[in-house]
Nanobody, 119 residues
Framework: QVQLVESGGGLVQAGGSLRLSCAAS????????MGWYRQTPGKQRELVAT???????NYADSVKGRFTISRDYAKSAVYLQMNSLKPEDTAVYYC?????????????WGQGTQVTVSS
């Protein structure tokens, strides 16, 4: 099993920056992909960014050039540096982890952290 705990959300003005952190515990050696997703009320959870074991990354078009995902294997953590934030980035951000050996493609999820960007 894998447990995920996010931190770093908060309130920021448009144009500002935030850094989200996600600490993984449990069978972290088995994690293949970690990522960040976000969700607003009434909408489906959407991909923000992912980073695979080989450090290849993938970003939603809406955040390319503004957000950067990184992973610290020694600390079993993943980070999301968010710059040039916009009001439309307001959402609950969820950390995810995929371990194909444990649960196939079904991800583990953190509890979420609120990010609010004021205009």
């Amino acid at each position: 099993q894998v447990q995920l705990v996010e931190s770093g959300g908060g309130l920021v003005q448009a144009g500002g920056s935030l850094r989200l952190s996600c600490a993984a515990s449990g069978s972290t050696f088995s994690i293949d992909v970690m990522g960040w997703y976000r969700q607003t009320p009434g909408k489906q959870r959407e991909l923000v960014a992912t980073i695979a074991r080989g450090r290849s990354t993938n970003y939603a078009d809406s955040v390319k050039g503004r957000f950067t995902i990184s992973r610290d294997y020694a600390k079993s953590a993943v980070y999301l540096q968010m710059n040039s934030l916009k009001p439309e980035d307001t959402a609950v951000y969820y950390c995810s982890a995929v371990s194909t050996v444990l649960t196939g493609l079904r991800p583990y999820w953190g509890q979420g952290t609120q990010v609010t960007v004021s205009s």
